[in-house]
């Protein structure tokens, strides 16, 4: 015979159904899958800068001509096995990046961050000619504010400055059912899942890892190959398979190997 335990009523009504809690949020958006792209490599795109401190000096630079200096860079988002993963660049093995630069200073903001998105990661020879080079500016998830000519950036203002020196926008970008990514050889291409990212200040630096914060606002839908909605948020747990892969311009099937930090850690060891 079953014992219930003390202080437990059994009910013969049926549990309530539950109600929504999707009140002001943005409409679900739609993730492809990692295989519905497909990844190359270009000619090598060499960094303009051979050190932090000649970074810095380009800087102010141009702050002395133009004033202050903008940024932009990508969140592009697809998915594997129902878990949301970010595109991201490895540059020489060093750091990671999002895609994009900062914005030439007589150019429009969306047009320039669409040219620095293309410059990235547009196909080129034969693939070029049936490419689509435009791209789904969905949404600004950031603004990161350098107050000074050093390395610290501030996801805020702070108070007692009025004029800064460079505004880094991160965008969020809507990638399209499918796309041809080209990488310059000299970079790797790879797809991060947002819990690899989460709470890793260490490894990929705050405004990186700072990336699951901004979209934890959006509600997923998980498309597969067919273009069928397989799951969405909640979703579904994730499972081992889920990892960072390397896409384009490495020889391994995953991290393993890549011994990379964020910009910020970088530059930070750098100017140490």
Known sequence: ?????????????????????????????????????????????PEEDPSVKDRLRR???HYDQYGMRRTAEGVLVCH??????????????????????????DVDELTGFKARLNERLAPTGSLAADADNDWDILDTLAQWWRPNFETSMYPYLPAHVSRPKE????????????????????????????FELYDNNARYGPQLSAIP??????????????????????GQAVDSRVKTKTLAGGDDDDHN???????????????S
Request: aromatic share 10%; hydrophobic share 40%; glycine share 2%.
């Open 213 to 234: 914060h901004y979209l934890s606002r959006y509600r997923w839908e998980f498309l597969d190959e067919n273009d069928e909605v397989v799951a969405w948020t909640p």
């Open 1 to 45: 015979m079953s014992t219930i335990p003390p202080n437990h009523q059994i009910s013969n009504y049926p549990p309530p159904a539950a109600l929504s809690f999707t009140e002001r949020q943005p409409p679900p958006v739609r993730l492809y899958p990692l295989s519905n792209y497909t990844f190359g490599t270009k000619e090598t795109q």
């Open 257 to 271: 190997g890549v011994d990379a930090k964020g910009e910020e850690a970088l530059v930070a060891m750098d100017a």
């Open 80 to 105: 594997e096995h129902n878990h949301p993963h970010i595109l991201m660049l490895v540059i020489a093995n060093a750091f990671f990046k999002l895609p994009g630069d900062y914005l030439p200073h």
């Open 167 to 194: 505004c880094k926008k991160l965008y969020f970008v809507q990638l399209p059912k499918n796309r041809v990514l080209s990488v310059p050889k000299n970079m790797k291409l790879l797809a991060v899942p947002l």
């Open 59 to 61: 800087l102010e630079e």
